[in-house]
């Protein structure tokens, strides 16, 4: 079965950069599109980024122009490159595979926590 194992989050002020990182286990990683997921206090989880496995992205407004993802199909591995984080941006934030901008495997990772003070 599919294993999603999220790393990287931490506290950080409003304008400073995290790198998140997923580990993918349990299938062949090439064959999904992957994307990034957040959930903060009392919200919906929301997709804010995916990544083909050709390399093409896809972003949510509200990160657009601020957050990259990227992968590493040899590595089983998807990245979100988080800059000029706002305290907006505090979620947990969980990696899935995605289709038709929903997820695709049932269970998620534990997810790791974002919190950016202002």
């Known amino acids: 079965q599919v294993q999603l194992v999220e790393s990287g989050g931490g506290l950080v002020q409003a304008g400073g950069s995290l790198r998140l990182s997923c580990a993918f286990s349990?299938?062949?990683?090439?064959?999904?599109?992957m994307g990034w997921f957040r959930q903060a206090p009392g919200k919906q989880r929301e997709l804010v980024a995916a990544?083909?496995?050709?390399?093409?992205?896809n972003y949510a407004g509200s990160v657009k122009g601020r957050f990259t993802i990227s992968r590493d199909n040899a590595k089983n591995m998807v990245y979100l490159q988080m800059n000029s984080l706002e305290p907006e941006d505090t979620a947990v934030y969980y990696c899935?595979?995605?289709?038709?901008?929903?997820?695709?495997?049932?269970?998620w990772g534990q997810g790791t926590q974002v919190t950016v003070s202002s």
């Open positions: 990544i083909t496995n050709g390399g093409s992205t």
């Open positions: 899935n595979a995605v289709r038709n901008g929903q997820r695709i495997f049932a269970s």
């Open positions: 349990g299938s062949i990683f090439s064959d999904f599109t």
